[in-house]
């Protein structure tokens, strides 16, 4: 009977102490995540804590960051744990890389399904770091500048892209342009398309690549709607060669409406015929006063 009451008040004692415990942990501006928390089998449990207040601080913070975007209440658009603790992740990860929370929240604004478990931002990351040669300034420039760029795969797509701007002997890309950024996104066949396009109208394969090493903005240009139209306007208008188009690639920088085609007509009705470079750099100032 006595060893009864004793063991009833030990367990009474220990019960006591560990509510004590409990209640004095601090559980304002705390950041707990769940993978954080162990829990270990036994066949009675003393005791079971429940931290309620993880989840939703959670939540809060990447409501903060327009992860998750306010509202999302119900069972099927909040993320469970698991997905949750994928999204800290990589969050950490990026804040461990040089990635303010304004850095993050813009990611999240353009493409905020990469930081779900379907792509790894690290392999990216490591990508610009080992095959480019990049610093962590201007890998986060360009990752900023072309967020999208996230969801790349590295072998499949980032890489080979990589290769073939090599060959073609563009250079600096590890510099955080939105060229640059742009570029290594953009999938090898697409790039084949401008070097094609060129050799149809008469360069060779090795004055392509020069012609793209020179201007590789033309990458960014569509063929239907940009570089066919001023090609053409080229030869049957202006009756210019290629040798000038090779000599200013950056003709097809040039708008074929606003800039083109006025400053064609202007100098034909007054007879004159100057280069393409002469035609197009000078400003409307200074193009117009000296043809008047």
Same mark, same amino acid.
């Not at 004793?6 to 209640?23: D, G, I, P, T, V």
């Not at 942990?25 to 162990?38: E, L, V, W």
């Not at 797509?157 to 939105?178: Q, V």
């Given at each position: 009977?006595?060893?009864?009451?004793?063991?009833?008040?030990?367990?009474?004692?220990? %019960?006591?102490?560990?509510?004590?415990?409990?209640?004095?942990?601090? $559980?304002?501006?705390?950041?707990? #995540?769940?993978?954080? /928390?162990?829990f270990f089998s036994s066949p009675n449990p003393p005791l079971l804590l429940r931290f309620h207040t993880s989840h939703r601080e959670?939540?809060?913070?990447?409501?903060? %960051?327009?992860?998750?975007?306010?509202?999302?209440?119900?069972?099927? $658009?909040?993320?469970?744990?698991? #997905?949750?603790?994928? /999204?800290?992740s990589t969050v950490n990860f990026l804040n461990s890389q040089g990635f303010s929370q304004a850095d993050i929240s813009r990611i999240a604004l353009v493409c905020d399904h990469v930081?779900?478990?379907e792509f790894n931002v690290e392999s990216v990351v490591d990508f610009f770091k080992s095959d480019l040669a990049a610093t962590p300034e201007e890998t986060r420039g360009l990752i900023l500048r072309c967020p999208q760029i996230l969801e790349s795969n590295v072998p499949f797509c980032?890489?080979?892209?990589?290769?073939?701007?090599?060959?073609?002997?563009i250079g600096n890309l590890n510099l955080p342009t939105n060229l640059n950024a742009h570029l290594l996104n953009t999938r090898v066949d697409k790039l084949q398309e401008k070097v094609r396009f060129l050799q149809g109208i008469g360069f060779s394969y090795e004055e392509s690549?020069?012609?793209?090493?020179?201007?590789?903005?033309?990458?960014?240009?569509?063929?239907?709607?940009?570089?066919?139209?001023k090609y053409e306007y080229l030869v049957e208008y202006m009756r210019r060669d290629l040798e000038e188009l090779k000599q200013f690639p950056q003709y097809f920088a040039f708008s074929l409406r606003n800039r083109i085609v006025p400053r064609h007509l202007h100098l034909k009705e007054r007879n004159v015929l100057i280069p393409l470079k002469r035609m197009l750099l000078w400003s409307d100032q200074r193009f117009y006063a000296k043809w008047k």
């Amino acid at each position: 009977m006595w060893s009864h009451v004793k063991n009833r008040q030990c367990r009474y004692m220990w %019960l006591k102490e560990a509510m004590f415990l409990c209640s004095s942990i601090p $559980t304002k501006n705390i950041f707990i #995540s769940a993978t954080n /928390i162990h829990f270990f089998s036994s066949p009675n449990p003393p005791l079971l804590l429940r931290f309620h207040t993880s989840h939703r601080e959670n939540l809060r913070y990447l409501k903060s %960051l327009g992860i998750i975007k306010p509202g999302t209440k119900t069972y099927k $658009t909040t993320p469970s744990p698991e #997905s949750l603790s994928q /999204i800290l992740s990589t969050v950490n990860f990026l804040n461990s890389q040089g990635f303010s929370q304004a850095d993050i929240s813009r990611i999240a604004l353009v493409c905020d399904h990469v930081f779900s478990s379907e792509f790894n931002v690290e392999s990216v990351v490591d990508f610009f770091k080992s095959d480019l040669a990049a610093t962590p300034e201007e890998t986060r420039g360009l990752i900023l500048r072309c967020p999208q760029i996230l969801e790349s795969n590295v072998p499949f797509c980032l890489r080979p892209t990589l290769l073939y701007l090599r060959e073609l002997e563009i250079g600096n890309l590890n510099l955080p342009t939105n060229l640059n950024a742009h570029l290594l996104n953009t999938r090898v066949d697409k790039l084949q398309e401008k070097v094609r396009f060129l050799q149809g109208i008469g360069f060779s394969y090795e004055e392509s690549a020069k012609f793209c090493a020179r201007f590789p903005a033309i990458f960014g240009y569509s063929i239907e709607h940009n570089l066919w139209p001023k090609y053409e306007y080229l030869v049957e208008y202006m009756r210019r060669d290629l040798e000038e188009l090779k000599q200013f690639p950056q003709y097809f920088a040039f708008s074929l409406r606003n800039r083109i085609v006025p400053r064609h007509l202007h100098l034909k009705e007054r007879n004159v015929l100057i280069p393409l470079k002469r035609m197009l750099l000078w400003s409307d100032q200074r193009f117009y006063a000296k043809w008047k």
